[in-house]
């Protein structure tokens, strides 16, 4: 049985559905096109928004039918936002769509008149509708390839609420956040001036909760946790009074249960080095981070952290495979240690692997030791590389 | 966007000069009726052009829109109500991705493909045996062609009617679990955004990094994930693995995957893929 939450969110839910509302087929025309109808598949919040969006390009008022399905609310965007929340000063809002959209048409090529236009719109607004409105035009900058305007837009919508004291659904906001980021239209010190935000207007312990719930749902949408990120948490866990060691430990332990974190830059995993330390060496052996420069550093952590010992044969040849990744990445000293450790075991386990080549690719002649156990292993399974001639350590 | 019924509509512009749209491309003649090779500079900077260029391109991201829609009722195993086919019919925008597709109404029904909508607005399909049925009210299914059965005499009978699909269903490169391993990480893309954009024009969304695919397999919702970089978007580029998350992103154990997730997933990552910058980097 399919959830119709599904199906609510499609559009495509029965007529009577629970929270949604009906949606219609909108018949349009235009002079310009003869007998060729456009077709809009709307409810009834957001078809009026619809119907002067195609009005301003001269499309008469549409044909509506019968109600067909049933769909989620739209409260998303301006001037739907209006239509849901401040349904009084609707007409307001839907005056202002004319300029908006002579203001995403001009995004691209003229950013700065059309950042004016919505600025003129914003003066003849109420207070409580701005930061809706300036999403909705970082919406116009994201559609124009413009995340730079986008990012200033998504400011202005934090302005006002900071300005003018506005009531924030947060979950709104952050899902407004998320969306914005995810579009690449968010840079970093956006999220710093995200988190002072939230600091200013909520008592430590809920500041130090929403911004744990952003940096956690950001990654899992697939953006790695930013360089700041682990500073940023431990202030605001410090002012809510919490034990920060405990939280760090708590956070590293669900960021690495996101594939996004093994992407994170090296002052992250540097910043988080204690409670990283504090992870099962199981679950550090499964990260396999990314990041320029943080080969070496990461295999002296795992070294430290004991997670080296007893490691599975298969696990050297992955790590092979790992360091030979697009970053021209250096031969790994820790390796080279490592190696003659567990051979003797590997060996006796008859298991075989690329350790070779994980040791001492791109290592120098100098700092390459001869190889330990000539007669192991017999092959290196493809698609791990053979040591490069001049590496210092002749091919099995 | 061959959305305009083949007929020109002209309207009048500066200096005696008429305007039409033929497709994407503004077109123009002089007041004697000439068509111009070219569209004199005036007339293309004027308000009747400015006009048509935002019709035009409001007519395109609506043709995208509804294209995308239709791709998601198969990929989400949707159950469309027949009058909303046969209420959209009328806009090319609509028709063009939706006709000829092959449309279910039970699980187990017999497939046809979607022809046309009668005059008692009842969508119609051909049926195998060569009649032409109405659909009845409720439900249509547009099933995923991994699930359909006897997919080359589907095909056969599409070509032999000449129906073409603007939404790759029956020709859509479908992948078994099994065929072969799959790995398509460190693709190199000499900047990222030539990823990006190869992505964005095989439909794909990029979110935080990641083309996007979101499916539905056994009514569980599902997304396949293909990393792509979250860098500057004139930077290098390499590409991670294939995984899929469930509605709650969080990640899925490949093994527990249906047959429409597995194959949209590698489909997605081999689109991309094979759009690697090949040669020294």
Redesign the interface.
């Known amino acids: 049985?399919?959830?119709h939450d599904?199906?609510l969110d499609?559009g495509?839910a029965p007529l009577g559905t629970p929270d949604g509302e009906p949606i219609a087929?909108r018949?349009y025309r235009?002079?310009?096109?003869?007998?060729?109808?456009?077709?809009?598949?709307a409810g009834q919040t957001t078809g009026e928004a619809e119907d002067r969006a195609?009005a301003f390009?001269?499309f008469g008022a549409p044909e509506v039918?019968a109600p067909?399905?049933t769909g989620r609310v739209h409260a998303l965007g301006y001037p739907a936002w209006t239509l849901a929340h401040d349904p009084a000063n609707a007409r307001q809002a839907l005056a202002a769509v004319t300029g908006m959209q002579r203001a995403a048409?001009i995004a691209r090529t003229r950013p700065g008149v059309a950042a004016e236009t919505y600025a003129e719109l914003a003066a003849e607004l109420p207070r409580a509708h701005l930061p809706s409105f300036w999403e909705e035009a970082g919406r116009a900058f994201i559609a124009a390839a413009g995340p730079g305007p986008a990012a200033v837009m998504f400011g202005l919508a934090r302005e006002a609420e900071t300005t003018y004291a506005l009531p924030v659904d947060e979950d709104a906001r952050r899902a407004v956040f998320l969306e914005f980021?995810?579009?690449?239209a968010l840079p970093v010190k956006a999220i710093a001036a995200y988190a002072a935000e939230l600091e200013t207007r909520y008592e430590p312990g809920r500041a130090y909760a929403e911004l744990r719930e952003l940096a956690v749902?950001?990654t899992?949408?697939?953006?790695?946790p930013w360089a700041e990120l682990p500073k940023q948490v431990r202030r605001l866990a410090k002012a809510a009074g919490l034990d920060v060691r405990a939280e760090d430990e708590r956070l590293v332990a669900t960021l690495l249960?996101?594939?996004?974190t093994?992407?994170a830059r090296l002052p992250f995993w540097k910043e988080y080095r204690d409670a990283l330390a504090a992870q099962p060496p199981e679950l550090l052996r499964e990260v396999f981070p990314?990041a320029e420069g943080v080969d070496e550093w990461w295999l002296g952590l795992l070294e430290e952290t004991g997670a080296l010992d007893g490691l599975p044969a298969a696990w050297l040849t992955r790590q092979a495979a790992h360091l030979k990744?697009?970053?021209g990445t250096r031969g790994s000293a820790v390796l080279l240690r490592t190696v003659p450790r567990v051979a003797a075991r590997l060996a006796a386990e008859g298991s075989p692997c690329g350790w070779k080549a994980a040791a001492t690719r791109g290592a120098s002649t100098s700092s390459t030791p001869t190889c330990w156990t000539p007669a192991w292993p017999p092959a290196c399974p493809s698609p791990i590389p053979r040591p490069t001639p001049g590496s210092g350590c002749s091919a099995g | 966007m061959a959305a305009m019924s083949g007929e020109l509509h002209w309207i009048p512009a500066e200096g005696g000069y008429q305007l039409a749209l033929d497709g994407a491309k503004l077109i123009c003649r002089n007041a004697a009726g000439k068509r111009l090779r070219s569209v004199p500079k005036a007339v293309k900077d004027g308000q009747a052009a400015e006009d048509l260029r935002a019709l035009r391109d409001h007519l395109a991201r609506h043709a995208a829109t509804c294209l995308a829609t239709v791709e998601s009722w198969m990929l989400g195993a949707l159950p469309v109500p027949a009058a909303v086919i046969a209420q959209v019919w009328p806009d090319p925008a609509w028709r063009e991705p939706l006709s000829g597709l092959v449309v279910t109404q039970h699980p187990e029904g017999a497939p046809g493909l979607l022809e046309d909508v009668d005059d008692q607005g009842r969508p119609t399909v051909a049926r195998r045996d060569g009649e032409s049925v109405p659909l009845a009210p409720g439900p249509v299914l547009i099933p995923h062609p991994v699930l359909l059965g006897d997919l080359g005499g589907l095909r056969a009978f599409a070509a032999g009617r000449g129906a073409g699909q603007r939404v790759p269903q029956l020709d859509r490169e479908v992948y078994h679990r099994g065929d072969g391993p799959i790995d398509y990480a460190g693709g190199r893309f000499a900047e990222l955004r030539h990823a990006t954009t190869r992505a964005a024009r095989f439909g794909f969304q990029v979110r935080g990094g990641f083309a996007v695919c979101r499916v539905a397999d056994g009514g569980r919702p599902l997304q396949a994930r293909y990393w792509l970089g979250a860098d500057a978007p004139d930077a290098e580029a390499y590409t991670g693995g294939l995984h899929w998350v469930d509605g709650h992103e969080r990640t899925v154990d490949a093994g527990s995957l249906g047959p429409v997730a597995w194959s949209e997933g590698v489909r997605m990552a081999e689109l991309i893929y094979a759009g690697r910058s090949t040669g020294v980097a």
């Open positions: 049985m399919r959830e599904d199906l499609a495509l087929a018949r235009h002079p310009h096109l003869g007998e060729r109808p456009v077709i809009r598949l195609l390009l001269g039918s067909l399905t048409r980021a995810f579009a690449g749902r950001r899992l949408g697939g953006l790695p249960s996101v594939p996004s093994r992407t990314t990744r697009g970053y």
